[in-house]
């Protein structure tokens, strides 16, 4: 079992397009990724037996909001066994030879802080999509009205804004971005780790589009989702992707992608 490769983890919430993003940053000739697993989405939380994951955990629209799933340093899990453990049942599903690999789950958003104790060198994406396509894409899986889906939505990510100032390496872009603008967000993503960009192949089409009969927001709800630039109607407003890195040079390098305008 290797020491030399470093985890990129993708997290979000289900149906933000978390297996898009990770299959994206798995197309660089220099990251391994889980594949052909016998699990959901190749979902590293499944393939693990180092912290619980049973039917109560990680459980769509309402894991994140579940406070003995936010794992952070100094818990019970925050242990060399813990790493140990992690990183021998992970270790046969991803290929040999990168220096990178890419771990996507859904709670990987409530795991982050944990993951940087256990990997140092750890980085983490985020993808975050607008609440109302993100509750009328789950609500086939539950009987919660749509309300309760859209405030679970904006308790996570309140939850996530606390927890991005624990991270060194982390960086929260948005859905509706990377399916506008592909190749500037994945090279934005690829610099971020360092790595020479690796052109997208191909448009991307945006699911926001399924979901013209989206459930409303409050006005309540929407002044809350304007703080990560999201309006009433599916409505898509324009907003700097968060980013930190340690390396001025590396955190520059990254959002230089990222600042040319939404056409």
């Known amino acids: 079992m290797g020491l030399d490769h470093r985890y990129v983890f993708v997290g979000g919430l289900h149906r933000s397009g978390t297996s898009l993003l990770a299959r ?4 660089h000739p220099q990251v391994a990724a889980i594949r052909n697993a016998p699990v959901p989405e190749n979902e590293g939380c499944y393939l693990q037996g180092a912290i619980p994951h049973t039917a109560r955990h990680g459980a769509p629209m309402h894991f994140a909001t579940d406070p003995a799933q936010h794992l952070i340093e100094g818990g019970p899990f925050d242990r060399l066994e813990t790493r140990i453990r992690l ?4 270790d046969p599903w991803f290929d040999r030879g990168r220096p990178w690999r890419v771990e996507k789950s859904p709670v990987n958003l409530t795991r982050m802080r944990l993951y940087q104790q256990l990997f140092p060198l750890s980085q983490f994406v985020v993808l975050i999509r607008h609440p109302q396509a993100v509750a009328a894409a789950v609500a086939k899986w539950l009987p919660d009205p749509p309300q309760t889906l859209i405030d679970h939505w904006l308790a996570a990510h309140d939850q996530l804004r606390r927890d991005l100032a624990w991270l060194h390496a982390a960086a929260v ?3 509706e971005d990377l399916v506008a603008r592909p190749a500037q967000m994945t090279e934005g993503i690829f610099r971020f780790l360092d790595l020479p960009p690796v052109p997208p192949d191909g448009a991307l089409r945006n699911g926001n589009d399924d979901y013209p009969d989206a459930p409303p927001m409050t006005d ?3 002044a809350r989702a304007a703080e990560w630039g999201y ?3 599916l409505q898509v407003m324009p907003a700097t992707p968060h980013l930190t890195h340690p390396l001025r040079a590396v955190a520059e390098a990254a959002r230089q992608p990222w600042s040319v305008p939404r056409s």
């Open 220 to 222: 309540g709800q929407a």
């Open 231 to 233: 309006g009433p109607d």
């Open 173 to 175: 872009i948005r859905y």
């Open 87 to 90: 990183q021998a049942d992970w």
């Open 24 to 27: 994206m940053i798995a197309a």
